[in-house]
């Protein structure tokens, strides 16, 4: 299984990114999509998952600003993200969890002015 991650950048605090993410491989029809994110010095944080069946959980910190989305018959998770202010900037991970946690590459938000 292989997760590819795209759409981070550099944007200015109170603009807006999404992020994209499909899976390829052995995919589970149950199964948990999301994405994680870290910032320099931090631990990893989750941000927002989805489970295949549509129910979410957000990071408090993200609440009402971002919304996580997936499209199933395309194994693709996506996350919407607005208001983005500076402590937003982090490396996002996207994830899969189907029996055991799956990792994609890191997409850098920057927010910044």
């Known amino acids: 299984v292989q997760l590819q991650a795209s759409g981070g950048g550099l944007v200015q605090p109170g603009g807006s990114l999404r992020l994209s993410c499909a899976a390829s491989g052995s995919i589970r029809s149950i199964n948990v999509m999301g994405w994680y994110r870290q910032a320099p010095g931090e631990q990893r944080e989750l941000v927002a998952i989805?489970?295949?069946?549509?129910?979410?959980t957000y990071a408090d910190s993200v609440k009402g600003r971002f919304t996580i989305s997936r499209n199933n018959a395309k194994n693709t998770v996506y996350l919407q993200m607005n208001s983005l202010k500076p402590e937003d900037t982090a490396v996002y991970y996207c994830?899969?969890?189907?029996?055991?946690?799956?990792w994609g590459q890191g997409t850098q938000v920057t927010v910044s002015s």
């Open positions: 989805m489970t295949s069946g549509g129910i979410t």
């Open positions: 994830s899969l969890w189907q029996g055991i946690l799956i």
